[in-house]
């Protein structure tokens, strides 16, 4: 449950009402910062890697940002990972809707738990400070417990969520709201009620009370003020006279609008994400829903509202949230860029010469496409796998289409030892069947004398890294290059 969200509280005109596929497919990406909370009590443990920690720990952090972009990234809409804290505040971490009549819901119930207004409350009031609120990202507390609610909107760049809900659809929901997004079922039953028809040519006359009216239209002024989510109530699976099949995921109820129209309401209206069918919600999201989150972000990024200092760079995507890359000498296990999951990654061959990886906006580097080191599903759950190999640049599938997107930082470090490898003697001087192979250790294939004291004759060397990675090179030893 979801207790508090926004009215429409776009600027006049910032939101066109459109539908539009083609105009949403125009939006170029658009990446935020993330950051995460994990609220624990004050006399919690506070360390992740303790197994008695109270909290969950980086996987399921991890894994909760790649869900948003699971949800978001169809809008180009794109998360960066910007790591997690642990906070002790016990005020923070025990939350409870007791605006919720249920005597279960009450603070009586549950004395040491604190308000989500008054915990809301006190996060605002801490805008500026660091050890509450990271700056320059989006906000994302996860509460140790929750009573009868699943997590809210914050703020313009905070949203709250229950260990549970973190890693399924509450946390998309709460990111709608923070994108603007009301629920599907805003306003039924009340002034603001959407009528069921989707006859723009009809409009309602606003002068009018609705009962005055016959069926007519105005989902792009009244509701959720998106056109293609139906006018829908709250739904429940056993709620007359708005009941879901929750095993159809259909509506199966028989309950009418504010004109005594019939709704008519799909099984893509049950699953939106917006919406309150809780027991069949994914993380599905309609065109109209995704036009007025990018109306939004535009108007926020034009008028610096606080949306605008979490925007960082899709260059961002590019670079790891752990680890580092080799440079020379010993390689280390540290020595392992970790790349966040959620994205579809292609690790190409890449040419140059890249102790490092090269700049983002550098595209000067050759690269092979259909020699692919490395490929990451963007449902990996085995994070350690996603790391960028040496030898090859970046590709985000997720990004297909994007005006610019080519791989990018090509890391082709030359400066490791081989840990062995071997040599191909090519008979007839031609590359063919008749060869011998000679394995060498890592002490003979690092030899700087090692061509120096082949025979004349023309060879492929091969030598296989630390990190997985090979590189083969084929020379013909003469008179010249003794």
Same mark, same amino acid.
């Given at each position: 449950?979801?207790?508090?969200?926004?009215?429409?509280?776009?600027?006049?005109?910032?939101?066109?009402?459109?539908?539009?596929?083609?105009?949403?497919?125009?939006?170029?990406?658009?990446?935020?910062?993330?950051?995460?909370?994990?609220?624990?009590?004050?006399?919690?443990?506070?360390?992740?890697?303790?197994?008695?920690?109270?909290?969950?720990?980086?996987?399921?952090?991890?894994?909760?940002?790649?869900?948003?972009?699971?949800?978001?990234?169809?809008?180009?809409?794109?998360?960066?990972?910007?790591?997690?804290?642990?906070?002790?505040?016990?005020?923070?971490?025990?939350?409870?809707?007791?605006?919720?009549?249920?005597?279960?819901?009450?603070?009586?119930?549950?004395?040491?738990?604190?308000?989500?207004?008054?915990?809301?409350?006190?996060?605002?009031?801490?805008?500026?400070?660091?050890?509450?609120?990271?700056?320059?990202?989006?906000?994302?507390?996860?509460?140790?417990?929750?009573?009868?609610?699943?997590?809210?909107?914050?703020?313009?760049?905070?949203?709250?969520?229950?260990?549970?809900?973190?890693?399924?659809?509450?946390?998309?929901?709460?990111?709608?709201?923070?994108?603007?997004?009301?629920?599907?079922?805003?306003?039924?039953?009340?002034?603001?009620?959407?009528?069921?028809?989707?006859?723009?040519?009809?409009?309602?006359?606003?002068?009018?009370?609705?009962?005055?009216?016959?069926?007519?239209?105005?989902?792009?002024?009244?509701?959720?003020?998106?056109?293609?989510?139906?006018?829908?109530?709250?739904?429940?699976?056993?709620?007359?006279?708005?009941?879901?099949?929750?095993?159809?995921?259909?509506?199966?109820?028989?309950?009418?609008?504010?004109?005594?129209?019939?709704?008519?309401?799909?099984?893509?209206?049950?699953?939106?994400?917006?919406?309150?069918?809780?027991?069949?919600?994914?993380?599905?999201?309609?065109?109209?829903?995704?036009?007025?989150?990018?109306?939004?972000?535009?108007?926020?990024?034009?008028?610096?509202?606080?949306?605008?200092?979490? +925007?960082? @760079?899709?260059? =961002?995507?590019?670079? #790891?949230?752990?680890?580092?890359?080799?440079?020379? &000498?010993? %390689?280390?296990? $540290?020595?392992?860029?970790?790349?966040?999951?959620?994205?579809?990654?292609?690790?190409?061959?890449?040419?140059?010469?890249?102790?490092?990886?090269?700049?983002?906006?550098?595209?000067?580097?050759?690269?092979?496409?259909?020699?692919?080191?490395?490929?990451?599903?963007?449902?990996?759950?085995?994070?350690?796998?996603?790391?960028?190999?040496?030898?090859?640049?970046?590709?985000?599938?997720?990004?297909?289409?994007?005006?610019?997107?080519?791989?990018?930082?090509?890391?082709?470090?030359?400066?490791?030892?081989?840990?062995?490898?071997?040599?191909?003697?090519?008979?007839?001087?031609?590359?063919?069947?008749?060869?011998?192979?000679? +394995?060498? @250790?890592?002490? =003979?294939?690092?030899? #700087?004398?090692?061509?120096?004291?082949?025979?004349? &004759?023309? %060879?492929?060397? $091969?030598?296989?890294?630390?990190?997985?990675?090979?590189?083969?090179?084929?020379?013909?030893?003469?008179?010249?290059?003794?």
């Amino acid at each position: 449950m979801c207790p508090v969200e926004d009215v429409n509280d776009l600027p006049p005109n910032a939101y066109s009402g459109s539908t539009d596929e083609t105009l949403l497919e125009a939006y170029e990406p658009v990446v935020f910062n993330v950051h995460t909370w994990l609220l624990v009590e004050d006399n919690d443990i506070t360390d992740p890697n303790n197994p008695n920690f109270p909290q969950v720990g980086q996987n399921e952090v991890l894994e909760s940002v790649a869900r948003l972009n699971h949800s978001f990234n169809k809008f180009n809409i794109f998360f960066k990972y910007n790591g997690f804290s642990v906070l002790n505040d016990t005020t923070l971490a025990l939350q409870i809707n007791d605006d919720n009549p249920h005597p279960a819901c009450s603070i009586a119930a549950y004395p040491n738990f604190t308000s989500y207004i008054d915990a809301r409350n006190y996060i605002n009031s801490q805008s500026n400070n660091p050890n509450v609120v990271k700056p320059n990202s989006l906000n994302i507390y996860v509460m140790k417990e929750a009573r009868c609610f699943g997590g809210m909107k914050i703020s313009a760049t905070a949203v709250s969520t229950n260990q549970v809900g973190m890693t399924q659809n509450n946390l998309t929901h709460e990111m709608g709201h923070l994108l603007r997004l009301l629920h599907t079922r805003q306003g039924s039953g009340s002034s603001a009620c959407e009528t069921v028809s989707r006859d723009a040519n009809n409009p309602c006359d606003p002068t009018l009370p609705l009962q005055n009216q016959p069926p007519c239209f105005n989902a792009d002024i009244k509701g959720d003020y998106i056109v293609d989510t139906a006018a829908t109530p709250s739904l429940g699976a056993n709620q007359f006279p708005n009941e879901y099949n929750t095993g159809s995921c259909e509506y199966t109820g028989e309950g009418e609008d504010c004109q005594d129209t019939p709704y008519q309401i799909f099984n893509e209206d049950i699953i939106n994400v917006m919406g309150n069918a809780y027991a069949c919600a994914t993380n599905h999201m309609t065109t109209g829903q995704g036009i007025k989150m990018r109306e939004y972000i535009e108007t926020a990024i034009t008028n610096s509202f606080p949306l605008a200092d979490a +925007e960082v @760079d899709v260059s =961002a995507l590019y670079e #790891p949230y752990s680890g580092s890359y080799y440079n020379s &000498g010993p %390689y280390l296990p $540290e020595h392992t860029p970790l790349f966040q999951p959620g994205f579809t990654y292609s690790f190409l061959r890449c040419y140059g010469d890249y102790d490092q990886p090269s700049p983002y906006g550098d595209t000067s580097f050759s690269y092979t496409n259909g020699n692919i080191l490395l490929s990451i599903d963007k449902y990996e759950s085995d994070y350690s796998t996603i790391t960028h190999p040496n030898r090859s640049a970046i590709y985000i599938a997720q990004l297909d289409g994007y005006v610019v997107n080519r791989p990018r930082c090509c890391y082709n470090n030359n400066n490791g030892f081989a840990s062995d490898g071997r040599t191909v003697k090519f008979h007839d001087g031609v590359v063919n069947n008749n060869y011998t192979i000679t +394995e060498r @250790d890592s002490t =003979a294939i690092n030899d #700087p004398h090692l061509i120096n004291n082949l025979e004349n &004759g023309l %060879y492929k060397i $091969e030598k296989e890294y630390p990190d997985g990675t090979q590189t083969q090179t084929v020379i013909y030893k003469g008179e010249g290059n003794e």
